[in-house]
């Protein structure tokens, strides 16, 4: 314990003008690249993703265009097919999937439970560079003639097609020990590095969040990785276990995609649930409802969510039998989803609620999530699904899940935690703009596309019926408007790089560790030292005696810089030296 | 390394075990030439399984070391326990369903609609003069060859 | 998975006053350290079985749809190769153990002999599988579109249609096993020249103990390979 409180304020420059913190003690771009520190790792991330995401989503405007009207518009049927298809590769296997762990997770799990970082740093790096290799072979495979698969790869078109597939698949392995390499990082880090009383009771739901996520991440990924290989030696040596015409079982390759893509929707949404649980609760000051539940609710939707993959392949040709057992198990999903929403809309009742716009977005998550999840639950019945299945049904369902949840939460979360990275405040009138935006534009886009695939629209097609114009014209504008207020983010975030207000340490109130217990923008070392919990991550009244905010009062009265952060039990430092020894 | 004396497995321990290891290796080679019938893969994956449990407690350490550590291992086992069941109930049982055909369930009705009105358009037997009173090849195929035996 | 690499030739007794060389900046104590690498290591191994979990589903999917076709081509691997090769495995699992149980008494030699006598036991191995292989490529027993069995042993493989699937299957799982036995050797060589360079102590050898249960796991797979493949 003595030996950490006398490393830690090595980076310190003393009480100087410019403070001292993760950004500044290090400037140069070769400092950058090598850096170990989980909060540069997590910007690193930021950055790679914001691309990658920018790509995909430019994609889908432009798959949005086409769709403007019924024939031929804007690019050919072989274009659209592989438009598609990046569109979806890019979105779940480079942005989504990594997406929350990778950006926010890094940044912010450590500060929450109180570590100097995450267990193994380098390992951390390596991550990042292993997901740069992935997107590295993705512009290959698109350099090599292209994919046109769909971002399922089903067999036996991807087993016999060529082009980039082989570089496709191979992307996918690689980028999959990047996820591998994040969620060991994170299960570790959780179990052996939380501050001391930072007990699994007062870890912030975040926190939980991040845990099951990590859970699903190491226990699935590693099956994309050996479908991927037994895929490219198909393609290689035609091996013969997933193409028909050598005697392989086509559905046995759905089964082994789906073992890892179905729990991967789980690593799209839970670390969203986390980032709802921490919203909810800060800007509604109030004490989480039910924090066991919500927080074990994850843990059992990271279980199930292994046992319901089937249900992709209701029409697959399984037999009867396995069907019925992965609809019933899928209707089980729908218990833990639901308490976490029945609890945050408890969190709410009666709490003093602000809305700025990371609250903006949690709202907008609930009543899009809730439609996501409701519509689940349709194409999870085996009648109905024979009906919806392969239409714009479910294109609308998982952009409700994927979109409406996940980016929507992630978009939340970056403005949350955004001065807390960059130190800068963002210009709220702007934001609440935008998230109004993202909302109407978002629901204008998907809601259509619930109505044009229960009559009938199938997915995945350039041109379609004539009777399905109007609802399409009214999707793409949707698209349109999305994006303006996807682009209104960007532009906004990037001024306030250079502009923007300086952020005091803790802008919201919040009651957690990396609030309380940093300076603006956290030190090299994350805490001056560590931290004692004596409470838990939502006892606001607890809270309130240490930082002495609240209600947005802080962000008015504290001083843009705070000198020392408030120790979170500053009478009991003796206490922490005793424990720890 | 700091932590108080880390445990050390004896080396009579390591022996032992790697003995009953050996055995078990010859158990297995032995049960194989032994015609065992439906249970020849679950007795070869039960010694391979105590095989694998033994290596696991006591080469590896897990008897001895953090539960959190058995924890993660045997959830790992689960899993693939789950995989492969789940898998083969599909497999196992494909085609399950009685009616599942090439054609819809209106073809069907309407074939053996099509069939009964046939049925009712045929002549009794005894009026039967011209091939065209026999409008249905298989059935009047297998009245022949009922008729011949 | 190496997740501490500073070899840190460290002496130092002390509990709290300076801190030891091998321990990163952000652990509170060897013992923290310690604890997460080997939790760490256990996560990963939990993948490397899901990893070889998918070739053992395919192996269960096509033996319950053909188990006549996988008796008869299973007849044609050599078992007493097989039942070699697990024996060799076995004593390395045993050897691998035996040097941790050797670093944890400061036995820094004793440790080094039992690492090189994994590294020998590894490489055994593989010239078994090299001449297990190299037997069934001359007869034309080639895994997926190259099948092409001939020769006395392996001619009734031509005309079963789903011989070739079980081959596939072989050489897979035993390729990538193949593959993790040749990246053990590689790790366990470093170990024995880091040991020989006096990196190790009891007081450090979390790299050793890492690799012993990567060791183990890749005996543990092959303890299923061996039955499955060869004998049922």
Known sequence: ?581 | MAHDGPHIVPKSVLLKVFGALIVLTGLTVGVAYVPLGPLTVPVALGIAGMKATLVVLFFMHLKYDNPVNALTFTIGTIFVLVFVTITLLDTAFRGDLGNVNAQTVQEIQAEEERAQQRQDAIPADSLRIAPSDYPDQNRGASMESDGGS | MATETAPAPTETEAEHDPRPEHLEHHFVSSEQQFDSAKLGMWVFLITEVLLFSGMFVAYAVFRQWNPDVFAAASGTLNQTMGALNTVVLLTSSLTVAFSIHAIKQDKVKQCIYYLLGTLGLAGGFMVVKYFEYTAKFEHGVFPGGAFDPHGAHYEHLADMAMAPQFFSIYFVMTGIHGVHVVIGMIVIGALAIMAWRGSFSSEWYTPVELTGLYWHLVDIVWIFLFPLLYLI
């Open chain 1, 1 to 581: 314990m003595s030996t950490t409180t006398q490393n830690a304020p090595v980076e310190q420059a003393g009480p100087h003008e410019e403070e001292t913190n993760y950004l500044n003690h290090e400037t140069s771009i070769w400092s950058w690249l090598t850096t170990k520190d989980h909060k540069r790792i997590g910007v690193l991330y930021c950055i790679s993703l914001a691309t990658v995401f920018l790509v995909a989503g430019v994609l889908a405007l432009l798959m949005r265009a086409e769709l403007s009207a019924p024939d031929e518009t804007l690019m050919a049927n072989d274009t659209y097919n592989q438009v598609f298809t990046m569109h979806g590769i890019l979105m779940v296997f480079l942005f989504l999937v990594p997406s929350i762990p990778a950006i926010l997770g890094n940044f912010v799990l450590p500060l929450q439970i109180g570590a100097k970082d995450v267990a193994f740093p380098r390992l951390n790096l390596a991550s990042w560079y292993v997901y740069l290799a992935g997107a590295v072979l993705t512009v290959t495979a698109l350099l090599t003639g292209g994919v046109d698969t769909g971002w399922t790869f089903y067999t036996p078109y991807s087993s016999s097609t060529g082009g980039g597939v082989l570089w496709m698949t191979s992307a996918i392995f690689v980028a999959g020990f990047a996820n591998i390499f994040t969620g060991l990082n994170f299960i570790v880090t959780i179990h052996k590095m939380r501050a001391p009383g930072m007990t699994w009771n007062r870890l912030p739901l975040f926190v939980w969040g991040m845990y099951a996520t990590s859970i699903v991440q190491v226990l699935a990924t590693p099956v994309i990785g050996i479908t991927m290989v037994l895929l490219i030696l198909e393609q290689t040596l035609q091996i013969g276990i997933f193409d028909p015409a050598l005697g392989g079982d086509p559905v046995l390759f759905q089964h082994f995609f789906w073992f890892y893509s179905h729990p991967a929707v789980y690593i799209m949404i839970l670390p969203a649930f986390g980032i709802l649980s921490e919203l909810i609760a800060t800007f509604s000051r109030s004490r989480i409802f039910g924090y066991r539940a919500i927080a074990l609710s994850s843990v059992a939707i990271a279980m199930l969510g292994f046992l319901v993959w089937g249900h992709h392949m209701f029409v697959s040709g399984q037999s009867a039998i396995s069907s019925i057992v992965f609809s019933l198990i899928t209707y089980l999903i729908g218990i833990p989803s639901g308490i976490k929403v029945f609890n945050w809309v408890a969190t709410l009742y009666k709490g003093s609620i602000w809305l700025q716009t990371p609250m903006l977005y949690a709202l907008g998550f609930l009543f899009m999530f809730t439609i996501g999840g409701f519509t689940g639950i349709m194409v999870g019945v085996l009648s109905v699904d024979v009906h919806l299945h392969d239409t714009y049904y479910v294109v609308g369902h998982f952009h409700y899940v994927m979109m409406g949840g996940s980016v929507v939460a992630l978009l939340g979360g970056m403005h949350y935690w955004w001065p807390k990275i960059t130190g800068r405040m963002y210009n709220e009138t702007l934001a609440k703009i935008a998230a109004g935006l993202v909302f109407v534009g978002f629901n204008l886009t998907f809601f259509p596309q619930l109505v044009l695939g229960s009559r009938g629209m199938p997915r995945r097609y350039a041109n379609y019926a004539e009777r399905f114009t109007g609802l399409h014209e009214l999707s793409t504008v949707g698209s349109q408007i999305l994006g303006l207020g996807l682009f209104l983010i960007l532009g906004y975030a990037l001024w306030s790089l250079a502009y923007g207000e300086k952020a005091p340490a803790n802008p919201w109130g919040a009651a957690t560790l990396e609030w309380t217990n940093t300076t603006a923008v956290p030190i090299h070392h994350n805490f001056e030292r560590t931290p004692l919990v004596t409470r838990g991550p939502y006892d606001f009244h607890l809270a309130d005696e240490v930082f002495g905010g609240g209600d947005g009062e802080a962000l008015r009265d504290d001083v843009p810089q705070i000198p020392e952060p408030a120790p979170s039990a500053p009478s009991e430092k003796e206490t922490a030296e005793s424990t720890r020894a």
